[in-house]
């Protein structure tokens, strides 16, 4: 059975967490307070306090001792990060920078010099109300959780010794009908790529029952071929597509041939028997998200600009996470195959959080004094 370091470890443990990401931060994104009740480092510390316990800022501001009202905390917070685009284009930057921070040594020297499996996936956070400024705020999509309104964010990962981490992140603007721009972008991505010749493995949807990818569901067979999308158009744009024919739950004829698309480039070397396999990994692309979400600060703020901190601040803590958990040696007295079970996500948000209420102090609620 794997033993838990003791006790005395996880102070040091959780402030080599903490101040990683509050250097980082004060860094790719400082700003500018001087108050006499709340400063930088306080406000990050606020953050990372709502981000591992799924909050709003207002719930942690009642739960600290050492901070001002949420309200006064919210005027700061309006005055750093206003919603106009052209911050939220700014903040985007920063925030790219700010992703690079605590990444391996090894991988930053590596970056942009060395070939890396790497991901493109887009995530959608459910919104509820009107847009802050404009309407290609918002996104729309299927009813979930009570609308059809999302605020959409794209990310980007690299795989490093096994191991995913967050290199980019970009705010997904929509335009007046509501499609995702990033979606009509992707004729100039596959150009791209190909121009670069960098080979690429992206799921295509297959829509309606007749024509467009649904004529080429044919047989029973998995096959290559080329596709021309918006044929005739001046949006025309060629590519290789994979049809992959998989039978559910492995029953032939019973429950019939369930059809991927995937478009590529540089994959003629993989059978087609490894295809379906390749991009399930996606480097855990679906449970980094479930954990991202696990360390996000929730708000009911209309303002974009903060709403993508929020993001930008929980893939950072994502990667922090995964640094600890892989490179940890020096803060994990144990062996490093016990390492992986022992700092488990809910347990890092559980010494950050202990640390910050140690910082700043809790608020008993019988007596609203602080203790």
């Not at 493109?120 to 309407?135: C, F, L, S, T, W």
């Not at 990962?157 to 992707?186: C, M, N």
């Not at 096959?223 to 559910?248: M, S």
């Not at 009911?300 to 995964?322: D, E, F, H, K, M």
Request: hydrophobic content about 35%.
């Amino acid at each position: 059975m794997n033993k838990c370091p003791p006790q005395s470890s996880r102070p040091a443990l959780s402030e080599q967490m903490r101040q990683p990401l509050i250097d980082t931060l004060k860094t790719h994104l400082p700003l500018d307070i001087h108050a006499y009740t709340l400063d930088e480092t306080q406000l990050w510390e606020l953050v990372m306090y709502a981000s591992v316990q799924e909050i709003s800022l207002d719930s942690a501001c009642q739960e600290l001792a050492e901070v001002p009202s949420g309200n006064r905390v919210r005027e700061h917070i309006n005055e750093s990060f206003d919603a106009s685009a052209l911050r939220l284009l700014a903040l985007e930057e920063d925030l790219n920078a700010a992703l690079h921070g605590p990444l391996p040594s090894s991988l930053t020297r590596r970056l942009g010099r060395k070939g890396y499996e790497s991901g493109i996936d887009m995530v959608e956070i459910p919104y509820y109300g009107q847009p802050a400024q404009i309407e290609e705020e918002i996104r729309r999509g299927k009813a979930r959780a009570g609308t059809t309104r999302f605020h959409a964010y794209a990310t980007g990962a690299v795989v490093h010794h096994g191991q995913r981490y967050e290199i980019a992140l970009t705010f997904v603007w929509a335009d007046a009908s509501g499609a995702p721009t990033w979606i009509k972008a992707l004729p100039g991505v596959f150009t791209l790529l190909r121009r670069h010749r960098i080979p690429y493995l992206i799921p295509l949807p297959i829509k309606g029952k007749t024509g467009g990818l649904r004529a080429l569901c044919q047989g029973k067979a998995s096959y290559r071929t080329v596709h021309t999308f918006n044929a005739g158009t001046a949006k025309a744009y060629t590519t290789d597509v994979i049809l992959l024919c998989r039978y559910t739950k492995g029953r032939y004829g019973r429950q019939g041939c369930q059809w991927f698309a995937y478009a590529t480039y540089g994959m003629e070397r993989v059978p087609l028997t490894q295809i379906f396999s390749l991009y399930r990994r996606r480097f855990g692309m679906e449970s980094g998200y479930r954990q991202m979400h696990q360390l996000r600060a929730r708000t009911t703020s209309a303002n974009p600009t903060w709403r993508l901190v929020l993001v930008g601040g929980a893939l950072l803590l994502y990667n922090i996470y995964i640094y600890f958990r892989q490179n940890g040696r020096q803060a994990n007295p144990y062996d490093r195959r016990t390492r992986a079970t022992w700092l488990s996500l809910n347990r890092m948000a559980h010494m950050i959080l202990r640390l910050i209420e140690q910082r700043l102090g809790i608020v008993d609620f019988e007596t609203g004094v602080s203790i």
